[in-house]
């Protein structure tokens, strides 16, 4: 079976290099960017894991975990070796204590994130000080507070509407309220996925995210996979199949420290691999109960990964 999931990926990298205007960002990197664009991955076809190069499935896993399970602490994905968090809770912590800044990616900032991690991992009374990273992904998911002091648990609602209503235009979880911008910017990231909604025909379970910064190298092959896995679970939890998910990218750019990387994984267009499957344990049917080992990746055979710096 054809792998249009990576074509259809690649597809966006060369519209960035092709459309994109240069612009500046808060990281002071530089992108190329342009507004707007979508792409649709049918999960029937295979999981929808880039094979052009090489992206590390468990991090994706793990991270999903923490959102579904309502947690907002560094802990556990550092005690999971996930380390996509990392830089922006240890330049907060750097900023709150005075302590100058070094460059991102020197051999300074690279020796102190690793302290600042173990000492994440070892000490509980640091890791609740500086590992909080705020009313993120997680809370907004499954803890969100209403102004009359109401927690509203979305992902719960999402699955009562898609069993009981499916036919609903209001099966919606968003990650981003207004009122606490600011409170995530302080050690975390404002949410870049931001939006997603549920769609049920046919017997099939599809979802739509809308993303508002669209980070094309880095990020979004794993917001790929990670959306597409989501909907599988939820799929799984409603007793529908998984149908299509759909990606909605807004702010879509490319650092300019990526470019090089970008191109070399253009190189590889003419040696698509076929998609890997996903299996998850059947036997799990709440969110909150799912672990690493319920889920198996199957024929995976990728290119070689492209490393790239991120920007802070």
């Not at 793990?62 to 959102?67: G, I, P, Q, S, Y």
Request: proline share 6%; aromatic share 10%.
């Amino acid at each position: 079976m054809e792998n249009h999931a990576d074509l259809t990926y690649l597809e966006l990298l060369e519209r960035v290099l092709r459309e994109g205007v240069k612009k500046t960002d808060r990281t002071g990197t530089g992108t190329l960017s342009f507004l707007g664009h979508q792409m649709r991955f049918n999960l029937e076809e295979g999981f929808p894991l880039l094979t052009t190069k090489k992206i590390p499935i468990k991090s994706i896993i793990h991270e999903l975990l923490w959102f579904m399970r309502g947690d907002t602490n560094l802990k556990y994905l550092a005690d999971n070796n996930v380390h996509i968090w990392d830089e922006w809770p240890y330049k907060a912590y750097l900023v709150r204590n005075k302590i100058p800044v070094p460059k991102t990616g020197s051999d300074e900032w690279n020796t102190g994130i690793k302290e600042f991690i173990e000492k994440i991992k070892a000490d509980e009374a640091f890791a609740k000080d500086y590992g909080e990273l705020g009313p993120i992904y997680g809370y907004q998911w499954r803890k969100w507070r209403s102004p009359d002091g109401r927690v509203i648990d979305q992902m719960q609602n999402a699955i009562d509407l898609i069993k009981k209503t499916p036919d609903s235009r209001r099966i919606i979880v968003t990650a981003w309220n207004p009122a606490d911008i600011d409170e995530m910017a302080k050690a975390g990231l404002p949410p870049c996925h931001c939006f997603f909604q549920f769609y049920v025909a046919d017997g099939k379970l599809s979802c739509q995210l809308y993303q508002r910064s669209c980070d094309s190298f880095l990020g979004i092959p794993f917001n790929i996979a990670s959306y597409a896995l989501l909907t599988m679970i939820m799929a799984q939890i409603t007793g529908l199949k998984p149908g299509e998910f759909v990606w909605t990218g807004g702010d879509v750019h490319l650092y300019s420290n990526h470019l090089e990387q970008a191109n070399l994984q253009l190189s590889r267009k003419n040696d698509i691999r076929p998609l890997p499957k996903m299996k998850i344990n059947p036997s799990k049917m709440k969110l909150e109960d799912f672990v690493i080992e319920d889920f198996e990746l199957t024929d995976y055979n990728p290119h070689e990964g492209i490393k790239a710096p991120i920007a802070v």
